[in-house]
């Protein structure tokens, strides 16, 4: 099935860093603005990243600002996602997608802990 994947997630210690990645093989992702979204266990999925499609404008959710960097390489049709000093409550399994959404991949899990 053609779908959205995302990769890099792992176990990491609070004040780690990871860089998840998400690419597609059916879609050019680079008409699109993309997101990052996270969900915690027994919480909604929640927005945390965006980039339009030029890549020349970010936003962040607040719990995330100033420690993640959404960025994109169009010419390899992915988009990353920067993860520094990541505490415990970042626990949670990451998914991409466009704005507005498609289908779901399966999502990367990072876990913050000691």
């Known amino acids: 099935q053609v779908q959205l994947v995302e990769s890099g997630g792992g176990l990491v210690q609070p004040g780690g860093s990871l860089r998840l990645s998400c690419t597609h093989s059916?879609?050019?992702?680079?008409?699109?603005?993309m997101g990052w979204y996270r969900q915690a266990p027994g919480k909604q999925r929640e927005l945390v990243a965006t980039?339009?499609?030029?890549?020349?404008?970010?936003n962040y959710a607040d719990s995330v600002k100033g420690r993640f960097t959404i960025s994109r390489d169009n010419a390899k049709n992915t988009v990353f996602l920067q993860m520094n000093t990541l505490k415990p409550e970042d626990t949670a399994v990451y998914y991409c997608n466009t704005i507005p959404t498609n289908n779901w991949g399966q999502g990367t899990q990072v876990t913050v802990s000691s």
């Open positions: 059916g879609i050019i992702l680079s008409i699109y603005a």
């Open positions: 980039i339009t499609s030029d890549g020349k404008s970010t």
